[in-house]
């Protein structure tokens, strides 16, 4: 039994891990990461696709409260648990549905290791923005109480990701300071902005993009990012319709069955 092997069952069996047993401990964040890929392959192999993207994690200090963490981590998207807005989820599917709405962007070119990484290089490379949602999930029974190398591992709480339309003349929009509006089942629950996202979403990205070259890689040509949540944070239940309004960029939205 490995770490990885341990997540993914607890995904498949729907029996959330309590702590990791003896020898199985994730003692650094780079193990964790070796962890995480290791999963994501065997998630791969379950349920097929592809990775299609990057996630952040924790670039908003609500989220670094809640997690007891103190900067960001990253994790994969993947295929098999994307939709386009509007979308539908089993809400059985998941152990919690903690709705977060992102700032995403894709990318048009490659940003491989040993390209100079600035504010300039990025919003080049960068194709178009994307409102979404993500629907956090975790595998352990209490994820706020897990360490930093854990949260990682489980391919950074990531349940799945719910995608609207891409804006591709994005770059007079004020993003930082852009409000984001959470609503459920009609009514308004959460507020933000770009702001929330290490004072704005192109940092988060700048941040990614530093911790990938880091490990040897890079974000591809249309690989999508997202970049952190932008308000307080939302517990979704079976039969909730959860809607992300992002002003001018347009709005997302996912249903519970």
């Known amino acids: 039994m490995t770490a990885s092997q341990l997540l993914l069952d607890a995904r498949l069996k729907q029996q959330r891990v309590a702590t990791f047993p003896p020898g199985l401990e994730l003692q650094s964040i780079e193990q964790a990461y070796l962890t995480q890929d290791h999963y994501v392959e065997r998630l791969l192999n379950q349920y097929g696709g592809e990775t299609i993207g990057y996630k952040i994690a924790c670039t908003n200090a609500i989220a670094q409260r809640l997690l007891k963490v103190s900067e960001p981590f990253h994790g994969r998207l993947l ?34 290791p040993g390209t100079e990484v600035t504010r300039e290089t990025i919003v080049d490379s960068i ?9 956090v999930d975790s595998r352990y029974t209490s994820w706020t109480d897990m360490n930093a190398p854990a949260l990682i591992a489980d391919n950074a709480v990531h349940g799945a990701w719910v995608m609207g339309r891409m804006t591709r003349d ?15 089942n009609g009514k308004l629950v959460e507020t933000g902005s770009g702001a929330a996202v290490l004072g704005h979403p192109l940092h988060a990205l700048e941040w990614l993009v530093r911790r990938l070259h880091a490990r040897g890689v890079g974000p591809k040509a249309g690989e999508y990012v997202t970049t952190g949540v932008t308000t307080g944070i939302f517990l979704a ?21």
């Not at 089993?90 to 992102?102: I, L, Y």
């Open 127 to 135: 194709e178009g923005v994307v409102p979404s949602l993500e629907i």
């Open 237 to 257: 239940q079976a039969g909730d319709h959860v809607v992300a309004d992002f002003g001018p960029l347009g709005q997302v939205e996912v249903r519970f069955l």
């Open 79 to 112: 295929s098999a648990f994307f939709q386009t807005s509007p979308a539908q989820f089993r809400a059985h599917d998941f152990f919690m549905r903690v709705m977060e709405a992102e700032f995403a962007f894709r990318f048009a070119k490659d940003l491989p």
């Open 170 to 184: 994005w770059r007079g929009l004020d993003l930082a300071g852009q409000r984001v509006e959470l609503h459920a």
